[in-house]
């Protein structure tokens, strides 16, 4: 741990910098998924197969109320279209067309500056590490002999130390960015799918 302390002053200024970055990241990446993945997602297999089965048996209240017991973006969608249970085809799928633009921007928000954090941790670092080379040439072409070998020995520390930690924490966040995008895709398409699925059903239904 000391070491830890020791080799995180040694990079300098920049550390500091980088770790608020990396800070503001781990924010982001923890509200995200607290967003997308637990209550924002849901277990669409089961969900359907119980949603169809009640609109089979053509007990659209019941259907309705299922859709209300969670604040998944799939079941808000299915829900108005379930509102909208008497109207045609066509207005069921403007009610999900207009409920899936709704919630579509509240899955993808913010998810977006995690790419933009990677790429200023990784800035961030390269100029880390540009500042400790000028330190270290610096101390090559006018420190006296004395201090040269000292102030060289800072001026690589801080090159290769703020490098490093703006790639550890370039890195994972990139990798959260990415699934992330991933599982927010994913309930995107189940909206697009069973969307329409419902609505035929219910088309069906009423035929």
């Not at 197969?49 to 299915?78: G, W």
């Not at 829900?79 to 709704?102: C, F, N, P, Y």
């Not at 801080?158 to 550890?168: D, H, K, S, W, Y």
């Amino acid at each position: 741990m000391y070491r830890l302390v020791d080799s995180f002053a040694d990079g300098g200024d920049f550390m500091w910098i980088i770790l608020f970055v990396a800070m503001l990241s781990l924010t982001f990446i923890l509200e995200r998924t607290y967003f997308v993945v637990f209550k924002s997602s849901i277990n669409t297999k089961t969900f359907i197969a119980e949603l169809e089965k009640l609109i089979q048996n053509r007990n659209i209240e019941r259907a309705i109320a299922l859709c209300s017991t969670t604040n998944a973006a799939l079941a808000q969608v299915l829900r108005e279209i379930l509102k909208h249970h008497s109207g045609s085809g066509r207005d069921m799928q403007v009610a999900a067309d207009a409920k899936t633009l709704e919630v579509i921007p509240r899955l993808e928000k913010r998810t977006s500056y995690l790419d933009m954090l990677a790429q200023i941790a990784t800035l961030l670092g390269l100029l880390g590490t540009i500042s400790g080379l000028m330190t270290a040439f610096d101390a090559v072409a006018v420190a006296n002999p004395e201090d040269s070998a000292r102030l060289l020995s800072e001026g690589i520390s801080i090159a290769m130390l703020t490098t490093m930690f703006g790639l550890v924490v370039a890195v994972p966040t990139i990798a959260a960015a990415s699934w992330l995008k991933n599982k927010t895709r994913k309930i995107i398409s189940d909206i697009d799918e069973f969307a329409v699925k419902i609505t035929n059903l219910i088309t069906q239904m009423k035929g």
